[in-house]
């Protein structure tokens, strides 16, 4: 399958400051990767999607403000959690779907990255 | 936007048995993939499977798209197989919607 790589696997930050986690596709182009937030024993929740060149979109709830997205080349798409208080410790996880063509097809996800905000 | 149940919402299991995991979703969809992650929270793809049924050496997967459910088959249960199960679907989209996943515990 295809290969999408997190970084960092986890990040402990003051209350404050920014953070700044990377995704990458390893062995493919992505025109679209997915940002996804998990608490505890809870299940995934889409936070945006992250399209090249271009804004992103992002879910109902979702600061736009707070969780800024950047895609800017075909294997890169990076998440910084702006002024990151204890509420927005949670595990992060981006994916990304093999080719372009069609509106459907298999996903593939990062590692996932752990924040947590003291 | 689409509904997505998992049962059971927890399943122990001694090491060797069989079982089996639902997913249902309340709309039509031409995307689902059932995922396995690990107690370190990475997701592990398991199959494509939004028609049909595959296997993959003990696990294997059914999806009934015009009933709305699909299932996961786990055979001979491994200790490693411990974790929780998520399947995920989409609807003329990208846009994977979780379900709520299953916990599956195995002991020896």
């Known amino acids: 399958g295809a290969v999408v790589s997190q970084h960092p696997s986890w990040v402990i930050c003051k209350s404050g400051t920014s953070v700044k986690i990377e995704c990458r596709s390893l062995d493919f182009q992505a025109t679209t990767m997915f940002w996804y937030r998990q608490f505890p024993k809870q299940s995934l929740m889409l936070m945006a999607t992250?399209?090249?060149?271009?804004?992103?979109?992002?879910e109902q709830g979702v600061e736009k403000d707070k969780f800024l997205i950047n895609h800017a080349s075909l294997t890169l798409s990076t998440l910084t959690v702006t002024s990151a208080h204890p509420e927005d410790s949670s595990f992060y996880i981006c994916?990304?779907?093999?080719?372009?063509?069609?509106?459907?097809?298999?996903?593939?996800f990062g590692e996932g990255s752990r924040l947590t905000v003291l | 936007g689409i509904q997505v149940e998992q049962s059971p919402p927890d399943l122990i299991l001694q090491e060797g048995a069989n079982s089996t995991l639902r997913c249902n979703f309340s709309?039509?969809?031409?995307?689902l993939q059932w995922f396995h992650q690990n107690p370190w929270g990475q997701l592990i793809n398991l199959f494509y499977?939004?028609?049909g049924t595959k296997q993959n050496g003990r696990l294997s997967a059914t999806t009934v798209a015009t009933e709305r459910y699909s299932l996961l088959y786990i055979s001979s249960s491994q200790t490693t197989d411990s974790g929780v199960y998520f399947c995920a679907v989409s609807r003329n989209t990208d846009k994977l919607i979780f379900g709520t996943g299953t916990r599956l515990q195995v002991f020896p």
């Open positions: 994916s990304a779907r093999v080719g372009t063509s069609g509106i459907s097809g298999e996903l593939f």
């Open positions: 499977i939004p028609s």
């Open positions: 992250s399209n090249e060149g271009s804004k992103a979109t992002y």
């Open positions: 709309d039509s969809v031409n995307n």
